[in-house]
């Protein structure tokens, strides 16, 4: 139904840059959201930005708020995560997500915290140096 796809990983050292970007196509669902989630070797998926598409609110995991930025773009159905200022915790696989069952309670959201997700893209590594 929705179809994502992820671009912008790559290699940076610590205090880089990146850019990731994620295209969907396809039937979105009501209550439209877009955001993404990252998991790093050996550990769990965890939440990292979401982004309503009517409105604009912006939620951030705690870990990332103040050095992430997530926008999206209407006309081509696409959500950007600006991540500057990067960590070596922050090395992780990052997959777009779509169709949240619920948002966070807050715009700053506590570790842990966890939603269904009705669609997800390949996802694309992040690896930032020490």
């Known amino acids: 139904q929705v179809q994502l796809v992820e671009s912008g990983g790559g290699l940076v050292q610590a205090g880089g840059s990146l850019r990731l970007s994620c295209a969907a196509s396809?039937?979105?669902?009501?209550?439209?959201?877009m955001g993404w989630f990252r998991q790093a070797p050996g550990e769990e998926r965890e939440f990292v930005s979401v982004?309503?598409?009517?409105?604009?609110?912006?939620y951030y995991a705690v870990s990332v708020k103040g050095r992430f930025t997530i926008s999206r773009d209407n006309a081509k159905n696409t959500v950007y995560l600006q991540m500057n200022s990067l960590k070596p915790e922050d090395t992780a696989v990052y997959y777009c997500?779509?169709?949240?069952?619920?948002?966070?309670?807050?715009?700053?959201?506590?570790?842990?915290?966890?939603?269904?997700?009705?669609?997800w893209g390949q996802g694309t590594q992040v690896t930032v140096s020490s």
């Open positions: 997500a779509a169709d949240f069952l619920s948002l966070p309670p807050t715009t700053t959201v506590p570790p842990g915290w966890v939603t269904s997700v009705d669609y």
């Open positions: 396809g039937r979105t669902a009501s209550s439209y959201a």
């Open positions: 982004i309503r598409w009517s409105g604009g609110r912006t």
